[in-house]
């Protein structure tokens, strides 16, 4: 069975800040890794994703994150945040066997101010 | 092209009624999965369809919730009787049959059930 541990519930920074939302997994078995994003009001979105190759992966809005097997960690980062970026972060991941369902952490509320 | 639909967008009912909740996938996509999130909590797998087969029901929490999905084309989630644990956010996402690697699963915005 996998787990997905997002220790930080809500992370409050001012606009222009870094940030880095942090993601750590257990598994017996390899996993693929996801971060998905929800805005207010609206479904998730998969923000990014770590399949295989180039451990760093981006997304068109500027956030990046790095698997890091040793650590079990899928770190979510972003040097200069916006006022848009204010959403629900939902780490996840899914087995190399069965169905795909994804296994989720609880989220991570960025709250980002002027 | 239409994203993942799912009515109704909230329902507020007693504990003892019944509820059915709606999801329309994206038009092609064969797989289709329903997830929980309770307040302040992970989001949960519930289950998995392919077409109109259910491929893993192993989230379903208990025999007071009954998932179809006949012809394979949308989905319901019907609960009954509600109680009042079943509150949450209970989201729908489809995926179109893919390869060994995972390819994305698309999410609807989420039915807010609300048990009284």
């Known amino acids: 069975a996998q787990s997905v541990t997002q220790l930080d519930s809500q992370v409050p920074v001012f606009e222009e800040a870094p940030v880095e939302l942090r993601c750590n997994y257990s598994s017996s078995v390899s996993v693929y890794l996801f971060w998905y994003v929800q805005y207010p009001n609206q479904g998730l979105q998969l923000l990014l994703k770590?399949?295989?190759?180039?451990?760093l992966v981006e997304s068109i809005n500027g956030f990046e994150a790095e698997f890091n097997k040793s650590q079990t960690s899928f770190h979510l980062r972003k040097p200069s945040v916006h006022i848009s970026d204010t959403a629900e972060y939902f780490c996840a991941v899914i087995s190399n066997t069965g169905f795909q369902k994804l296994v989720f952490g609880t989220g991570t509320r960025l709250l980002v101010s002027p | 092209e239409a994203g993942v639909t799912q009515f109704p967008s909230h329902s507020v009912i007693e504990k003892g009624q019944t509820v059915t909740l709606r999801c329309d996938p994206i038009?092609?996509?064969?797989?289709l999965y329903w997830y929980r999130r309770v307040m302040g909590k992970e989001i949960k797998f519930l289950l998995h369809?392919?077409?109109?087969?259910?491929?893993?029901e192993s989230g379903m929490p208990n025999n007071r919730f009954l998932a179809e999905r006949t012809g394979g084309t949308y989905s319901t989630l019907k609960v009954q009787p509600a109680e009042l644990e079943d509150s949450g956010v209970y989201f729908c996402?489809?995926?179109?049959?893919?390869?060994?690697?995972?390819?994305?699963?698309?999410f609807g915005p989420g039915t807010r059930l609300t048990v009284l």
């Open positions: 996402a489809s995926r179109a049959t893919g390869t060994s690697v995972p390819n994305e699963q698309f």
């Open positions: 038009s092609g996509h064969d797989n």
């Open positions: 770590y399949l295989s190759g180039s451990t």
């Open positions: 369809f392919v077409k109109e087969s259910k491929q893993d």
